[in-house]
T-cell receptor, first 115, second 111 residues
Framework: GAGVSQSPSNKVTEKGKDVELRCDPI?????LYWYRQSLGQGLEFLIY????????KSGLPSDRFSAERTGGSVSTLTIQRTQQEDSAVYLC?????????????FGSGTQLSVL | DAKTTQPNSMESNEEEPVHLPCNHS???????IHWYRQLPSQGPEYVIH???SNVNNRMASLAIAEDRKSSTLILHRATLRDAAVYYC????????????FGKGTKLSVIP
């Protein structure tokens, strides 16, 4: 079956523009995560969705960042008024259910470059 | 902030076993230890996870210290395809069950 799909794979934008990044999780997976990976760094947690529960937004770095998950499936991460420090790979992951015993399945990420 | 500590890099000869260490001295009783690896230009890939007992799967083995403050990922015979960054992470047993990543260990495999 299909894995986690992210689009676009690459996005180049100008400073100050808004961008939307899309994630299609594995069908039936109820948990969805967004992470950010800056060059040469580890992964930074951004936001978590679980079913119909309120998302955990504790990792969002500023109010320019927001995310939605419609119908418990597709998710969109929006960055408003992009800054150069937003340049990074944005990774989405999904998991069959919540729980510490559940493994995550990652997409290949969206490489965002802010000029 | 990352809760795990790993060496920045390690080298192994092809066909030799590799032991990748990780310290997680502040792990709580309900947190699982997960290992992922990341090949260049790809998202992380699940390797193995465990809570208290040692674990084996087709990819690797995970040895967890009795006090759970450290663990070791064991690749029994390194191949060139195993060259990657290996992340030791904790998966919270409460809240959002998020994975907390450090910078990982870059494993180089020498032919």
């Amino acid at each position: 079956g299909a894995g986690v799909s992210q689009s676009p794979s690459n996005k180049v934008t100008e400073k100050g523009k808004d961008v939307e990044l899309r994630c299609d999780p594995i069908s039936g997976h109820t948990a969805l995560y967004w992470y950010r990976q800056s060059l040469g760094q580890g992964l930074e947690f951004l936001i978590y969705f679980q079913g119909n529960s309120a998302p955990d937004k504790s990792g969002l770095p500023s109010d320019r960042f927001s995310a939605e998950r419609t119908g418990g499936s597709v998710s969109t991460l929006t960055i408003q008024r992009t800054q150069q420090e937003d340049s990074a790979v944005y990774l989405c992951a999904s998991s069959p259910a919540r729980g510490a015993n559940e493994k995550l399945f990652f997409g290949s990420g969206t490489q965002l470059s802010v000029l | 902030d990352a809760k795990t500590t790993q060496p920045n890099s390690m080298e192994s000869n092809e066909e030799e076993p590799v032991h990748l260490p990780c310290n997680h001295s502040t792990i709580s009783g309900t947190d699982y230890i997960h290992w992922y690896r990341q090949l260049p230009s790809q998202g992380p890939e699940y390797v193995i996870h465990g809570l208290t007992s040692n674990v084996n799967n087709r990819m690797a083995s995970l040895a967890i210290a009795e006090d759970r403050k450290s663990s070791t990922l064991i690749l029994h015979r390194a191949t060139l395809r195993d060259a990657a960054v290996y992340y030791c992470t904790e998966k919270s047993g409460a809240g959002s069950y998020q994975l907390t990543f450090g910078k990982g260990t870059k494993l180089s495999v020498i032919p």
